[in-house]
């Protein structure tokens, strides 16, 4: 296989809607339209049925475009869909992301579909490079190329952040964009690749292990082409990369052939790839939001030691549970110096431990107070659950935790767990880079993870 760089793929400096159409209710128009609300390089229409779309002009057929064209969105009908390519192959389209769909996925004609596509791919050389197709598309925070055809109203763009996202359902992958936009979680880069009928995960996942605008890499996989050069990407990884696997039962794995037409493999095997390359493998999608997180908007664990502090004491037993019985996290012991400043701005009624309960009218001022005195080099992480709802609780809480974050440099997790009010404050200090969670379990299961790869990171420094 030709092997391509990827830059004009995220970072065309033009790009041409193959099949943009002006029905408000397709998929074809939302393209477009979401493309031209902040891309600043040139967009062409093509569609033969219009003059112009919106007052933009619309071409008959992308040959008619006489400019250079780095990405060309393919979205027509399945039936002309090879036809289309063709000509884009023809006109010397660097890049087209097929979003069309009705290919291996549906059976037999899709299938001779497909097999149609890979032979034109052969015959071309590879000149013109593939995404899908049967995809959502690509998202590109820094060049402000999005592609997908999800609705502004219905689906919140993220904020631009570290995490680059390499996804074969285009479904979980507007999950996970919306969500994250919702918590103020910040995207780098965004890619949906289908049925991978040329580019695949391990083209994406190999470019972002060496993007400088990549902190962190997200993973959906169902089926996998090679496993060798999976190993030996994720072996080499010099950064954190987060898997979920889809297809791990048999029928799961005979709904992937359904979905992207691919074949899931041995689930157990694949686990033993993560284990031997320190690759964090999420058991499920909610873990692997979960895992991103705290990846993203962490450095690593100097030690397995947490120092939970809370204003309501139930949570603090929940803590306490959840890492004593954790294999790998271990509660921080308070010292002696520690204890005696702690009771000067405690109530004397205040029980010196930890988990550490700063007791129901804790402001944002006694954790500042509290945080301070518990700077020490022998705590890896901080757990900082916050019930939000009590009357001396505000959003001063947000400032407090930036500073003493940046300050020391450890993870701060937080816990909040409530309503509207509560999603509100969590959104805030997760766009301010604090990672939050709605349950203690969630956090303790992050934190593990953090560390587990704190600690096999550290080994592999150790190593070279």
């Not at 393919?74 to 192959?89: H, L, W």
């Not at 009218?361 to 992480?381: F, Q, S, V």
Request: glycine share 8%; with cysteine.
């Amino acid at each position: 296989m030709v092997k391509t760089n990827l830059d004009r793929l995220f970072n065309p400096k033009s790009i041409a809607v193959i099949g943009a159409s002006g029905d408000r209710n397709k998929a074809s128009y939302t393209v477009w339209k979401n493309l031209v609300e902040n891309y600043k390089g040139k967009i062409y229409l093509v569609n033969p049925k219009y003059e112009e779309i919106e007052g933009i002009k619309c071409y008959k057929s992308v040959r008619d475009i006489k400019k250079p064209i780095d990405l060309g969105v393919v979205i027509v009908n399945a039936k002309i869909s090879n036809t289309v390519i063709k000509e884009a192959m023809e006109s010397k389209v660097k890049f087209l992301v097929v979003i069309t769909a009705g290919y291996r996925e549906i059976g037999k004609e899709g299938i001779r579909r497909e097999m149609e596509l890979k032979n034109m791919l052969k015959e071309h050389n590879y000149k013109t490079r593939v995404v899908g197709p049967n995809c959502l598309g690509i998202l590109d925070n820094n060049s402000n190329v999005n592609v997908l055809f999800l609705p502004k109203n219905k689906t919140t763009r993220p904020l631009k952040g570290n995490i680059s996202l390499i996804f074969q359902s285009g479904a979980l992958g507007a999950a996970i964009i919306d969500r994250f936009a919702s918590e103020g979680i910040g995207i780098s880069r965004f890619v949906s690749y289908g049925n991978a009928v040329d580019l695949n995960e391990l083209d994406f996942l190999e470019y972002f292990l060496k993007d400088n605008k990549t902190r962190v890499v997200g993973l959906y996989l169902e089926g996998i082409r090679d496993g060798r050069k999976l190993f030996d990407l994720l072996k080499k990884a010099q950064k954190p990369v987060i898997v979920v696997k889809g297809g791990k039962t048999q029928k799961g794995g005979k709904a992937t052939l359904t979905h992207t037409g691919s074949i899931a493999g041995n689930y157990e095997i694949f686990r033993g790839v993560c284990q031997q390359t320190n690759t964090i493998l999420a058991d499920n999608f909610r873990d692997f939001e979960n895992y991103l997180k705290i990846f993203d908007q962490n450095p690593l664990m100097k030690n397995n030691k947490v120092m939970v502090l809370t204003n309501g004491g139930g949570f603090g037993v929940l803590a306490a549970d959840g890492i004593e019985l954790s294999e790998l996290l271990d509660l921080y012991t308070i010292n002696k110096k520690e204890e005696r400043s702690l009771r000067n701005i405690l109530p004397d009624y205040g029980n010196i431990s930890n988990p550490l309960d700063l007791i129901g009218d804790a402001t944002p001022k006694r954790y500042e107070e509290a945080l301070k005195i518990l700077n020490n080099n022998g705590i890896g992480a901080y757990l900082v659950i916050i019930l939000s709802q009590t009357f001396s609780m505000d959003e001063r809480i947000v400032e407090v935790l930036i500073k003493i974050k940046h300050v020391y440099r450890k993870p701060i997790i937080c816990v909040l767990d409530g309503g509207e009010y509560v999603f509100t404050l969590r959104a805030l200090l997760e766009s301010r880079g604090i990672t939050c969670y709605s349950s203690v379990h969630e956090a303790i299961k992050s934190l593990e993870k953090l560390y587990w790869y704190s600690e096999r990171a550290s080994w592999d420094e150790s190593r070279n």
